[in-house]
């Protein structure tokens, strides 16, 4: 279990981490989220102790990470995949990290094994694609078979078969009764994989929920409903007390009331063509909820515009800068 409370980070005049209080529970996969610069980051790093609080304190099944005697057996942790030195072997990587630790060396083969890289365990990691950095770390976050688990961004790199595997694999984690808690940018993932979130903007907590509540809350639900008969269902269903909006040639129903609908509808003995409840995505949810929250706003749909033709047409002298040069070049062979 992780429990924060009341965790600041104050880096200068900017705050990245404001009184933040929340319980990361075993047996389940809580889902961390955020819009970027939020404090999910920073908050994981402070957890690890790799951050020192401003204020505030964590705790990892009661205890400070500094405290803790075999720190790998209890929390493993995926924080930055870039984390290791191109110029070991994946094997050996992992093989440091055991004898520094107190953990079996068998262990290496085994997490090796259960991460997929065992056919490229003596490969040099500066040599690996983003997903197998991934990999590699995610490796290093099982070796000590802990009981917490942290995860920030592991699907990023990952193919559709290693997104799923990863998925699984924190289900399994999760089943087995320990702690897992992982950030995503990736909304449709996340709806697949967390049961509970803890979402935040600008270093506050928005929201400490289950995955339904939070959808329920944040988003607009509504019933789908297609007639020939449009106008004596919506008069039906002014009569019952139900709220319905024209929406093309369909109505929508305000609420979780298609079972409502298909009764009235029966009674009345009009025709459905179709009769379908609409309920938004973790993504919607989430856009609603931060949307004050969010610190970087890009504007308009259309890339910038280029330069004219007279400025094309002008080819400067040789520029100091490197990238520049190249272009000036470029152009002056094309003359």
């Known amino acids: 279990m992780i429990e924060i409370e009341g965790l600041t980070k104050r880096y200068g005049e900017k705050m990245a981490v404001n009184n933040l209080t929340f319980t990361v529970r075993p047996g389940i996969i809580t889902g961390f989220l955020g819009p970027n610069g939020a404090g999910k980051s920073t908050t994981m790093r402070m957890v690890l102790g790799l951050d020192r ?3 505030g304190d964590v705790r990892i099944d009661g205890r ?3 405290q803790l005697k075999d720190p790998l057996t209890v929390v493993g942790a995926l924080l930055d995949a870039k984390a290791v030195h191109g110029g070991r072997s994946a ?4 093989l440091c990290l055991a004898q520094a630790n107190g953990i079996p060396s068998r262990r290496v083969g085994e997490v090796l094994d259960t991460v997929g890289l065992t056919p490229v365990a003596k490969k040099k990691a500066k040599g690996f694609s983003l997903g197998m950095g991934q990999r590699l770390g995610i490796a290093g976050a099982l070796l000590g078979d802990p009981r917490i688990l942290m995860f920030d961004e592991p699907v990023n790199g990952l193919d559709p078969e290693g997104i799923h595997w990863i998925r699984n694999l924190m289900k399994t984690l999760a089943g087995q009764g320990r702690t897992v808690f992982v950030s995503s940018h990736l909304m449709s993932e996340m709806a697949l994989t967390a049961d509970h979130l803890v979402v935040i903007g600008q270093g506050r907590l928005l929201a400490d929920t289950s995955m339904a509540d939070f959808i329920a809350r944040n988003s607009r639900s509504y019933v789908r409903v297609r007639t020939p008969e449009r106008e004596r269902l919506r008069d039906a269903l002014h009569e019952a007390g139900l709220t319905a909006v024209e929406a093309g040639e369909v109505l929508e129903v305000e609420g979780d009331a298609s079972e409502s609908v298909g009764e009235l509808a029966a009674r009345k003995g009009i ?3 179709e009769l379908s409840p609409q309920r938004a995505s973790l993504e919607e949810a989430f856009m609603g909820l931060t949307a004050e929250s969010v610190e970087y706003h890009a504007h308009g749909g259309q890339p910038p515009a280029g330069p004219g033709p007279e400025q094309a047409a002008v080819i400067p002298g040789p520029p ?5 040069q190249q272009q000036w070049g470029s152009e002056w062979r094309q003359r």
Do not use: S
């Open 271 to 273: 025709v459905l063509h």
């Open 91 to 94: 094997y050996n990587h992992l």
């Open 53 to 55: 609080p401003t204020a």
């Open 320 to 324: 100091g800068d490197g990238a520049a």
């Open 64 to 66: 400070r990470y500094d």
